[in-house]
Structure formats: C-alpha cells, structure tokens
C-alpha cells in the first residue's frame, strides 16, 4: 500500500494533467499484439457501484462477489476498508474474468478498467482541497494500443466507454473517503469498520439488515423510500453513504423516530445524563 501512495504522490506533482478537451491517440481491440496484458498483475480498486455491476453480471450476491473475486488489504495507514479485484494465482497474476477472447464482464467492467489508459485524480488526497480532479495518461511501455491511430479527446473516451454513469455514482462515495474526518486523521473503531464494509460494498448484507433488523422503528423512513430500498441498487448504495455520514460523523442525514427520541432522553434523564432547565 506504501508503493501505492507514493505512485499518488507522484502523479499529483509530476503528470502531466489533461482536461477534458485535452486529446490522445489510443485503441484496444483483439488485433493489437499486447491484447490482454493489461489484465493481469495490476491492483484495481473497486467502489460499490462496481461490485453491484458485477453481482449483477455473474448472477450472484454481493457477497459471493466479495468472498470469491475480491481482497481488503489490511494496512495501519488506512482510514477505511478498500476491496480489490483478486488475481488469479498463476505466473500472469491473470484477471479471473479475463479469456483468450477478451474480458468476460466487458459490459459490467470496473471503472478502472473502463478508464484505462486514462487515469483521475483528487488533489484532495494532498490536502489541497481547493484543486479541482484532474486526468491524466497512463502511457506504459508494454501497451502497443498508444500507436494505433484514432484520436479523441478526454471527454469523447469518456462517453465511449460509459464512465459518466460510473462517475455520478462514484462521486458519492468519493465524497464520503475524502470527508475532513479522515483527512484530519480520524480513525474507525472495529464496529463501525464492519457497517463501512457492509453499506458500502455488502450490499444484499445490508438490505436484509435494513429490513431484518429494528432499523424502521429506530430511523424515520417513509414508505415510498423502503419500498424503493427493496428493488433499486442505487437508492441502497445512496442510503447506506447517508446511514454512515449520520452514524459515522453525527451529520443530519437521517431523523431518529420521536418516540426513541423520548424515550432515549427519558432514560438518560433517569440517569441524570441530562438536567432540566429548572434544575440549573
């Protein structure tokens, strides 16, 4: 993870950064000599919606997904849970969806396979907040797909390969890993690691807890958004980031039912936890 970081550090102070007129030339197809050595021995992070695309695509639960094709690396510098794609254990550290044809899950791909040769980064990491994301081209010598000759700019490769989608998704759970809680330093205690990994990649897990668990009683929740909780991926993955802003940062994201309410400060009340008025 330290090689990581400091391949982070390196493209934040020393690529070349493109903006979305900026322009390349690249192509991928069966005919280029280096055809699916990209696919293998290479670390690709996975959000959510990437692991949601996959469930969908194999057929399976988002757990099958997690337990069978993915890894969390455990490292003391991280703020939070991340899930990588698990290569297969052969000599090319081969992708597991990967044949002699090609990607296997090429519709449902992750959004690191889809950007590449292109890649995005958040100057936020560095704490420059105020810098804006910006591209920048991966240009490795063992991929011959840089002398093909088609031209587009950052913003065509974009719509060409359906990364807008995957962005607007990405975007909030972006915004929740560069919250200033962890930029400053804050750390997760075990348990709310454990409802981290569940809302934000367990997400089959997390709808059965939703609707398996006392949750409705204790969070407001109006019928029309349960009933979208139970079908809609989406909604799930955009309630669960609004669960972990109220539950992991105390933000007002979510309204706890009046009657818990009361009841919880009946009984701290009890306890002397909090006074009356009158009695100060």
């Not at 692991?51 to 695509?57: A, C, N, S, V």
């Not at 797909?145 to 975007?171: A, P, T």
């Not at 919250?179 to 934000?200: Q, R, T, W, Y």
């Amino acid at each position: 993870m330290k090689e990581i970081e400091k391949l982070k550090q390196t493209i934040l102070e020393e690529y070349p950064r493109l903006s979305e007129d900026s322009t390349f030339c690249f192509k991928c197809h069966p005919g280029v000599s280096c055809f699916n050595d990209c696919c293998g021995d290479v670390n690709i992070f996975l959000t959510p919606y990437d692991i949601l695309r996959l469930r969908t695509k194999l057929g399976v639960t988002t757990e099958e997904v997690l337990s069978k094709y993915t890894i969390s690396p455990f490292d003391e510098n991280l703020k939070y849970p991340v899930v990588m794609l698990k290569m297969e254990d052969n000599a090319k550290k081969s992708c597991p969806f990967v044949s002699e044809k090609g990607c296997g899950v090429y519709e449902d791909r992750p959004w690191a396979c889809r950007m590449y040769p292109l890649g995005m980064a958040s100057p936020k990491d560095s704490d420059k907040g105020k810098e804006k994301d910006f591209f920048f081209l991966l240009k490795e010598d063992v991929c011959k797909g840089f002398d093909e000759k088609r031209e587009l700019n950052v913003s065509e490769w974009l719509e060409d390969q359906g990364i807008n989608e995957y962005n607007e998704m990405g975007e909030y759970f972006k915004e929740f890993t560069l919250h200033d809680f962890f930029l400053k330093g804050g750390n997760l205690p075990p348990e709310k690691i454990e409802m981290f990994f569940m809302a934000c990649y367990n997400l089959d897990t997390f709808r059965k807890f939703l609707f398996g668990s006392s949750f409705f009683t204790k969070i407001e929740v109006d019928e029309e958004t349960k009933a979208k909780l139970k079908e809609d991926d989406v909604a799930l993955m955009k309630f669960g980031l609004d669960w972990l802003r109220f539950a992991i940062f105390g933000e007002d994201t979510m309204k706890i039912n009046k009657d818990v309410a009361t009841s919880k400060e009946q009984e701290l009340r009890a306890k002397g936890e909090i006074k009356d008025k009158t009695d100060e």
